[in-house]
């Protein structure tokens, strides 16, 4: 005859499942900034990535863009507060509809779209894990 489960020891199965696995993303780890900064990077060469520097309204928008990103998530290694991933969130949700206002497309649009989804998701998931965490929990990131 096999022993009943108990609901403490469903509990402790899930808690294990969630640190081995999901928990991985479930806390704000240093390798999401650097992803960022390197995000932010490559929205600043973009234009020249896809040989597309012939428009200069285009140009700029991703040099500032990639430049904002790019600091935003380096000021999160450093000092990691919730409002940096708030504007990572509306920098990513601009460079997705750009091309639409600034009025250009091709493989520098399409890089836009998908660069800008990668900066809206990595900010949103950010922004998950640190949302209850404390004023001194948040002085501690990366350390």
Known sequence: MREPILAAD???NLKEVTMTGVGFFG?????????GMIVGALIGA??????QTDN????WNAV????LVLALAALQLASLQLWEEA??????LWLITAPLNLGYAGALGTSHYVLGAVV?????MELWQDWNLTEDELAHHGQ
């Open 10 to 12: 469903v509990c402790l």
């Open 46 to 51: 973009s234009p020249w990535l896809t040989g």
């Open 120 to 124: 809206v998701v990595l900010a949103a």
């Open 87 to 92: 504007c990572e969130i509306l920098c990513g």
């Open 27 to 35: 806390v704000h780890r240093t390798w999401d900034d650097w992803a």
């Open 56 to 59: 200069q309204v285009a140009v």
């Open 64 to 67: 500032i863009v990639g430049v």
